[in-house]
């Protein structure tokens, strides 16, 4: 459990966080959103105190940060950052072990750890390990950062915008590579976004950062139907009006609950209501199971047309 | 185009002829500049690594090493003579000095500009300073680093030319040499050499830049094995023997007595081994060496001895036993050297003539030339025009009064004579031009000249140490004749053939190792 308590801080010219406290459970996938230069990535690096608050405390499990030895704490939390940051001097594998190294991890453990994940992520461990990172497109890059911030099987990962150079269809895959590790794996990861596309998402929670106070927490339905104030509805706004998730269906309150016995594929929350219709077109099925609700073939339709009513009143 | 062809063929016969002692002296130079720079190195990159997180003194840095940049390397070897003296020493601490600016500048900068998103990676993922400095700060400066270290490399090798100067030795000797000398032959010798050095470095350091770090790491390794293994063995092989540093004053006479010198001792006790510094710099400098104990033996002159040298009365007594008891009497005394017996030429200002001029008017000494003065013209060295040892001297004592008299050059004066466009000059008797141009010297009847014998001087304790090389060398005292020396220098300076070669016949031909 993280705990952030009253954190303030502050620069010379700006109040970056404003006491701000906040929870986030073991084994959540927590997401900070927010426009940029809300304080969302400062927020995320008191945790592992690349930022030191003016006041207030950061605690894992009980623990204050401040009196921890930082490099210990470093060592012990994946961190990912915006652009992949891999070393351009070490080969894939060097950067991928970077952490180990530090660890002193055998070598033997190492290599088969960092094979293990190699293939997680979708790259061949036999093909890339020897490349030099200038050898690699963005997408691998930031793909070989994720295995170089899970080498050492941290409880936590913190993830600064990692994915926001780069392009959409790179963006997706590795959205979906975060989501599948997160169910395998049970750390806790800390993402930070200014997208809310991807927040929606990814996220079991997502807290909304703006002016470096905290707007609101909650899953990403009760965001989407109770939005704590103007800012962010606003912020969510686009969303609703065009690439639609089912998190916002279930939100508008269309689904009924799971029965036994109810068949449908499986999907999340943060697909959108485009790649439902695709999977009721592509399933025998007439309906698809998202988050013990289940949506038929008839909430899609009206589903839609409540849109063009909502946009009617508009 | 003949003339290129003749440049180039002297270049060839040049190196050809001296090729050992030009190997000896680009490898000192090649030394000199590997250890400037080893030293350089461990200052300036350390220096570097640890002011990185101290900018303001970081900078502070930048500026005293620019401005120790901008001193003159002269005028710093000039103010390093007094704290370390001559020699080596000096010189890579000089080569230090001006080397550091690039390699701080370039590692300082490569260094503080390194991607902060990797530095915040490093720091995020919680390396040992340690990790961060040796396998992302150092390696993401590395190609700014060894800019630096490939531009003071050529820095040093172009600069180390200037050791030559203190007594450092390698290839700028040549070029002192053929400055000093008018020999254009060893003047582009050594600047030739010394700049395809450095070209050779420039390109081998852009080479092993290109060599991972590991590799480079154990190459380096094997060669400092081998190299200490192999010094070792040598040392452990070869049976025990002493050096003695014989050095010489700068042009061709000194390093044919050196020459001499060194034969005769080697020959004599073969566990001595003479090491030679010909070249080695004016009167002051190897006064200076044999104080200091770099080195051991020099030929020096009685004049210079008493006139330069001791403190007190500086004239110099006509009669050459006097002189030269005196001059042995004072170092004595001043300095604790002991002056060995002098050899027979005497090395003096001479008047001189043509051979025509000499026939014409029946000349034979200097009282002679007096009586046909009014009818001549001469030409001599600025000094010799002006100095009371000179031509007024030469007024007051003969009487001599010259048509016209005029100051030129020294190397010119031997020329205008030849070439009849005067008809008298000064010069010094064991010149090798007079023989070149087959000029008549003029006898100092009135023994007008101060008198320069040439002897060794060394210090009286290695005197007392060494009593076999104090005998061998006296077998030298009271021979070489003025017109023996003579026509040694002409060998030597006109002909370019090697001292050691012309010091050689001259002990064969008169039996020195029968």
């Known amino acids: 459990m993280i705990e952030l308590i009253n954190v303030n801080k502050e620069y010379q010219d700006q109040h970056a966080l404003d006491h701000l406290s906040l929870t986030i459970n073991d084994g959540e996938l927590f997401v900070l959103v927010g426009p940029s230069g809300s304080g969302k990535t400062t927020l995320l690096k008191t945790i592992n105190r690349l930022v030191v608050p003016t006041s207030g405390q950061v605690k894992i499990d009980g623990k204050d940060v401040a009196d921890t030895n930082v490099q210990e704490l470093r060592r012990e939390i994946g961190y990912v950052l915006q652009t992949g940051a891999l070393f351009p001097n070490m080969t894939v594998a060097e950067n991928a072990s970077v952490q180990l190294d530090n660890l002193k991890w055998p070598v033997e453990k190492k290599r088969v750890r960092i094979a293990e994940l190699m293939t997680a992520v979708g790259l061949d461990p036999d093909h890339f390990l020897g490349r030099m990172p200038s050898e690699l497109s963005g997408g691998e890059a930031q793909r070989v950062g994720i295995v170089r911030a899970l080498a050492s099987k941290p409880g936590l990962v913190l993830m600064d915008e990692p994915f926001s150079a780069l392009d959409p269809v790179s963006r997706r895959q590795l959205q979906q590579i975060v989501i599948n590790l997160h169910q395998n794996l049970d750390s806790t990861i800390v993402f930070v976004t200014h997208d809310m596309h991807e927040a929606l998402r990814l996220a079991d929670r997502i807290a909304v950062v703006h002016d470096g106070r905290l707007q609101q927490v909650g899953t990403p339905t009760e965001i989407l139907s109770e939005p704590a104030n103007a800012f962010v509805s606003n912020f969510f706004a686009d969303e609703q009006q065009t690439d639609q998730l089912l998190g916002q269906v279930l939100a508008a309150g269309f689904g009924r609950p799971v029965q036994p016995g109810d068949l449908g594929k499986k999907m999340v929350k943060g697909q959108s209501i485009f790649e439902w219709a695709t999977t009721l077109q592509s399933s025998q099925l007439d309906q698809v199971i998202v988050d013990n609700k289940v949506l038929t073939d008839h909430d899609l339709i009206d589903y839609l047309a409540s849109l063009e009513t909502e946009g009617d009143s508009h | ?514």
């Open chain 2, 1 to 514: 185009m003949k003339r290129k062809v003749t440049v180039i063929s002297q270049l060839i016969s040049y190196v050809n002829k001296n090729h050992s002692d030009l190997l000896q002296a680009l490898w000192q130079h090649i030394s000199i500049s590997i250890i400037s720079m080893l030293i350089t190195i461990l200052i300036a990159i350390p220096l570097a690594v640890a002011l990185i997180n101290h900018r303001r003194i970081g900078e502070f840095f930048l500026q005293i090493t620019g401005i120790i940049q901008t001193i003159p390397s002269l005028a710093v070897l000039g103010i390093l003579i007094p704290f370390v003296g001559i020699g080596t020493v000096p010189a890579i601490i000089a080569l230090v000095l001006y080397a550091i600016m690039p390699v701080f500048q370039n590692t300082y900068a490569g260094l503080t500009n390194i991607d902060p998103v990797l530095l915040e990676a490093a720091e995020a993922l919680g390396v040992t300073p340690r990790f961060k400095l040796f396998k992302v700060e150092l390696p993401l400066a590395m190609p700014m680093i060894l800019s630096g270290i490939r531009i003071a490399t050529v820095l040093v090798i172009g600069t180390a030319t200037l050791a030559a100067l203190i007594g450092g030795g390698g290839l700028g000797t040549y070029i002192l040499l053929g400055i000093q000398t008018n020999n254009n032959t060893a003047l582009l010798v050594g600047a030739i050499l010394s700049a395809v050095l450095a070209l050779l470095a420039n390109w081998l350091i852009e080479v092993l830049a290109k060599v991972p770090l590991k590799r480079l790491g154990i190459g380096t390794l094997v060669l400092v094995i081998i190299g200490l293994g192999g010094t070792l063995g040598n040392k452990l092989l070869k049976p025990q023997t002493e050096t003695v540093v014989i050095a010489g004053k700068l042009g061709g006479e000194p390093e044919v007595l050196i020459n001499m010198y060194k034969d005769l001792i080697e020959q004599n006790d073969s566990n001595v081994k003479v090491t030679l510094k010909p070249n080695f710099g004016g009167t002051s400098f190897l006064f200076k060496g044999l104080q200091s104990g770099k080195i051991e033996i020099y030929p020096e002159f009685t004049g210079t001895i008493l006139q330069t040298l001791v403190k007190g009365n500086k004239e110099v007594n006509r009669n050459p036993q006097t002189a030269y008891q005196n001059a042995r009497d004072e170092v004595d005394t001043q300095f604790g050297m002991t002056y060995l017996k002098p050899m027979a030429y005497q090395n003096n200002y001479a008047v001189t003539v043509r051979q025509d001029t000499a026939t014409r008017y029946h000349l034979k000494t200097i009282s002679d030339l007096t009586q046909v003065a009014g009818q001549l013209s001469g030409a001599f060295d600025p000094d010799f025009y002006q100095e009371s040892n000179g031509y007024p001297g030469l007024k007051n004592t003969y009487g001599l009064h010259l048509k016209s008299a005029k100051t030129m050059e020294p190397s010119l004066r031997y020329e205008a004579l030849a070439n009849k466009r005067v008809d008298v000059t000064d010069g010094y008797t064991t010149d090798p031009q007079i023989k070149e141009y087959h000029l008549v010297v003029l006898k100092d009847n009135k023994s007008f000249f101060p008198t320069y014998q040439g002897a060794p001087l060394m210090k009286n304790s290695f005197a007392k140490r060494h009593p076999r090389i104090v005998k061998q060398l006296n077998r030298l005292s009271g021979k070489i004749s003025v017109s023996d020396m003579q026509s040694m220098n002409y060998q030597v300076t006109v002909k370019h053939r090697k001292a050691s070669v012309v010091a050689r016949q001259y002990l064969v031909a008169h039996q020195y190792f029968n």
